[in-house]
């Protein structure tokens, strides 16, 4: 790896200090609360040090979402590597996924605000490549695992399924579950609370 310079790293370091930043209004402020004026303040720069690292506040958005959808796509492939039989495999993808809602909880609302269609499409098409990057990179690893089960005999397809429609499928029980879990708190019943081990037994 390229050693960084000690002004890349100060731009680096200051970049990564934004970010941080606006993921904290986002989630004390909300969407409308997060402005380009207030993140320069909180990280005592100029506006226009603020616009020299993005351009506005949806590209700061996309370069949340990005380093979110990144941070989750590592770990998933970690999981991937797991040596096991291809049912231990994806249950290791699973877990990752429930340590990535666990750990990264913030990570998850700004996805889900960049991705709403009123911001997403003010985003640059690169970032938007990189989100996209990011996610076929999860999908690479479930649909892998899959493709693996089913030449070990491990799995079979119903008539008409394919491997995509199986890994869909599995990740919007997951991201139900979540979401679930964190929209429907006021329920007091632990199978909405905690639908984690529910998942997991399904």
Known sequence: MKQLSPKQKEIRDRESALLDSAQDMLLSRGYLGLTMDRLADAIGVSKGTVNQHFSNKEAVLAAIAVRSAD?????????????????????????????F???YPHHEQAERTVRASTIADKISPKRARNMESCTFRCCGVATGIVRDAIAAGDLTLRDGQTVEQLCVGLWNLYTGAFLMRELENFIDEPVVNDPMPTLMAN
């Open 101 to 103: 809602f666990a750990l």
């Open 71 to 99: 941070t989750r796509a590592a770990l998933f492939e970690r999981a991937g590597a797991f040596r096991g039989r291809s049912r231990e495999r994806m249950a290791a993808v699973g877990t990752a996924a429930e340590l």
